[in-house]
């Protein structure tokens, strides 16, 4: 494997389900991030790991849930999702050098997320 | 006001044309500026990559940057029907730190 992997690349689930998204970078890289991309709307950034420390939570509900267990996994938890939560979820990690800046992010092929 | 606005498209341009993207911007803190290809049922890939003001040309793609009127381009010559995609500007303030996405402009070339 190589780069950014994601899975599953697919999922539809119910209101009332718990799943995980589960995404493994390649690259030997420091920091991760989830992003949700809905039609028509910029990325919206949700969460940045850097050395498997949360450092940015935009504002997002609860019921998405990360965990970062070490610098090449990343999992988003969902639990009691939304249909309006429908929408690409896209996985990026980076090499973050701290005051000398944070190179390109590099992105998976993204979790297609259905909510019924 | 978004803080980064793009033309979502769709822009349909025959095969051997130049594709002309744009995006502008309100913060004029921003200084990094990039251009990702998003193909269909994937992740974006980063095309071009540039700081401050100015031109970069990599191959059939050349970005520019004017940050007087904060406004950025990026032209693709000699288009192919490969090169249809969804086309997504981002930018930063500083050299780490959040990435403003524009909301990316559809692209199809047509043989």
């Known amino acids: 494997e190589t780069g950014v992997t994601q899975t599953p690349r697919h999922l539809v689930m119910g209101m009332t389900n718990k799943k995980s998204l589960k995404c493994e970078q390649h690259?030997?890289?420091?920091?991760m991030y989830w992003y949700k991309q809905s039609a028509k709307k910029p990325l919206e950034l949700m969460f940045v790991y850097s050395l498997e420390e949360r450092v940015e939570n935009n504002s997002v509900p609860s019921r998405f849930s990360p965990e970062c267990p070490n610098s090449s996994h990343l999992f988003l938890h969902l639990h009691t999702l939304q249909p309006e939560d429908s929408a690409l979820y896209l996985c990026?990690?980076?090499?973050?050098?701290?005051?000398?800046?944070?190179?390109?992010?590099?992105f998976g092929p993204g979790t297609r997320l259905t909510v019924l | 006001q978004k803080e980064v606005e793009q033309d979502p498209g769709p822009l349909s341009v025959p095969e051997g044309a130049i594709v002309s993207l744009n995006c502008t911007y309100s913060n004029s803190a921003f200084q990094y500026f990039m251009w990702y290809r998003q193909y269909s049922r994937k992740g974006p890939e980063l095309l071009m990559y540039?700081?401050?003001?100015g031109n970069k040309e990599d191959g059939r793609f050349t970005a520019q940057v004017d940050k007087s009127s904060k406004y950025i381009s990026l032209f693709i010559r000699d288009s192919q029907p490969s090169d249809s995609a969804t086309y997504l500007c981002?930018?930063?303030?500083?050299?780490?730190?959040?990435?403003?996405f524009g909301a990316g402009t559809q692209v199809v070339v047509t043989p």
């Open positions: 990026a990690s980076s090499q973050d050098r701290g005051d000398r800046g944070t190179d390109t992010q590099y």
């Open positions: 540039t700081y401050s003001s």
């Open positions: 690259l030997g890289h420091n920091a």
């Open positions: 981002a930018m930063r303030a500083l050299s780490w730190g959040k990435l403003q």
